[in-house]
């Protein structure tokens, strides 16, 4: 199989999440192709985790970027409950069950996971996603 990025034959090919003109969500790409494009991390030397929106993250930058922050994501989450629609709290509160089911994590650290994947897959910080959701008093801006 040929890299869809650069035409060569290489031995090994890999599944990039990057979105193609066609709109599929991958692309076959040869491993100097994968480490040049976005969706490789450079810190971890691994491909990115894609997101059905054509996004992507590298879980391994979203855990150290969760873990860092773990000490202030009680108040991240009290001060979320507070500006938020009984709306988003609902979307939220499910959204937490779901997440920690798999992690095994408390909702305050499974919402900050959320936000910090957010925050990697639009290229901000966490905290510039923090500052949108204040402002518009809304989770779309982590959901969506
Ligand atoms: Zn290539
Ligand atoms: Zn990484």
Redesign the pocket.
């Known amino acids: 199989m040929r890299?869809e990025?650069?035409g060569?034959d290489p031995r090994r090919i890999l599944l990039l999440p990057l979105q193609r003109t066609d709109g599929r969500l991958y692309t076959y790409?040869?491993e100097?192709?994968a480490k040049e494009s976005s969706a490789f991390c450079y810190i971890h030397g691994r491909i990115h985790q894609g997101f059905s929106d054509g996004s992507t993250a590298c879980l391994f930058c979203v855990e150290e970027m969760v873990e860092v922050r773990k000490p202030y994501a009680l108040g991240i989450w009290s001060n979320l409950l507070k500006i938020l629609s009984p709306t988003d709290k609902e979307w939220l509160t499910s959204a937490y069950e779901l997440g920690s089911i798999v992690t095994g994590d408390s909702e305050e650290i499974t919402i900050l996971r959320f936000i910090v994947c957010k925050a990697l897959r639009t290229r901000r910080t966490p905290e510039e996603v923090l500052r949108e959701m204040d402002a518009g008093h809304s989770v779309t801006s982590i959901l969506l």
């Open positions: 890299c990025l650069c060569s790409a040869c100097e192709c």
